[in-house]
């Protein structure tokens, strides 16, 4: 069993910046994809970033040039550094990892969300 924890989020001016964390703990052996999702209330979860193992982020066209996805993959840690935050990006934000156990079994993994609110 593998499991994620998120942390960092808050309440954010907007302009703000925020950096979110999610660790996966658990008999890992290996984690492909690591991905931020989002969901505003009374939206659908839309997905927001995704890195590789090797470390090539993907955006959507709502966060280019103000998110930032990093990893650390000593640590199976993912990053997500947010800059100049507008109301819009309020949400709760989840982290999905999927890679393999040392029980050859692949995992597809979720944590419990931490909420991002952009308010003045």
């Known amino acids: 069993q593998v499991q994620l924890v998120e942390s960092g989020g808050g309440l954010v001016q907007p302009g703000g910046s925020l950096r979110l964390s999610c660790a996966a703990s658990g008999r890992i052996l290996s984690i492909n994809t690591m991905t931020w999702y989002r969901q505003a209330p009374g939206k659908e979860r839309e997905l927001v970033t995704t890195i590789t193992s090797g470390g090539i982020p993907n955006y959507v066209d709502a966060v280019k040039g103000r998110f930032t996805i990093s990893r650390d993959n000593a640590k199976n840690t993912v990053y997500l550094q947010m800059s100049s935050l507008k109301p819009e990006d309020t949400a709760v934000y989840y982290c999905?990892?999927?890679?393999?156990?040392?029980?050859?079994?692949?995992?597809?993994?979720w944590g419990q969300g931490t909420q991002v609110t952009v308010s003045s």
């Open positions: 999905n990892a999927k890679g393999y156990t040392f029980s050859s079994r692949s995992f597809d993994s």
